[in-house]
């Protein structure tokens, strides 16, 4: 079993839809967790940073995290086709060396 | 990320091949880091580096090898290509002095086929 699980999709949603991406993961010791997003031809760059459970809300953007159920959520409001790309969750835990990724999900908004 | 560079953009070669990707940075971050991507597999991390004396494997080294030459540079070689290591490569970096230690900033990757 992956320690990060994400669904591939690909989504596809018309523009101005919520848009709601996920990831599940297995190792409690995870404290950080990241969403970032690649668009095509491209790295992938950060999105959200969050460290608690809770919601974190960044203009159309929040993120979602559930430490007990482990179970992170990036969702998107009034989604726009230049939201189009794939979306990666990361996590790490705290004083380890590296991140570890979900596989990514891809998504197109359409006009 | 204008800020990590990566050269080439895109390789091609062939079998047996010694070929090297390299990266700069101008961000002034300590570590870096070489991933590689292939659809349906996400990123998966090969070498790390905390400084310059400091190289770490990753969950895929094999096959490959990597020179950290200064802080601000960073290239991975890999000793004799082989096709199944086609693939998007990435190299990142991150600050160990920063709030977000754990944010690591991503080049624009070299696409690599190797034939």
């Known amino acids: 079993q992956k320690e990060v699980e994400q669904d591939p999709g690909p989504l596809s949603v018309p523009e101005g839809a919520i848009v709601s991406l996920n990831c599940t993961y297995s190792n409690s010791a995870f404290q950080y967790f990241m969403w970032y997003r690649q668009y095509s031809r491209k790295g992938p760059e950060l999105l959200m940073y969050?460290?608690?459970?809770g919601n974190k809300e960044d203009g159309r953007f929040t993120a979602q995290v559930d430490k007990s159920s482990k179970y992170i959520s990036l969702f998107i409001r009034d989604s726009q086709p230049s939201d189009s790309a794939t979306y990666l969750c990361?996590?790490?835990?705290?004083?380890?060396?590296?991140?570890?990724f979900g596989q990514g999900t891809r998504l197109t908004i359409n006009p | 990320d204008a800020d990590v560079t990566q050269t080439p953009r895109n390789r091609i070669t062939k079998t047996g091949k010694r070929i090297m990707l390299e990266c700069s940075q101008t961000?002034?971050?300590?570590?870096m880091y070489w991933y590689r991507q292939d659809p349906g597999l996400g990123l998966r991390l090969i070498y790390y580096s905390f400084d310059v004396k400091d190289i770490n494997k990753g969950e895929i080294s094999d096959g490959y090898s990597v020179s950290r030459q200064a802080q601000a540079k960073f290239s991975l070689s890999l000793e004799s290509a082989i096709p199944n290591q086609t693939a998007l490569y990435f190299c990142a970096t991150s600050d160990s002095r920063g709030r977000y230690q754990e944010t690591q900033y991503f080049g624009p990757g070299t696409r690599l086929l190797v034939l």
């Open positions: 969050t460290y608690s459970s």
């Open positions: 961000k002034g971050h300590d570590r």
């Open positions: 990361a996590m790490v835990v705290q004083g380890a060396q590296k991140l570890v």
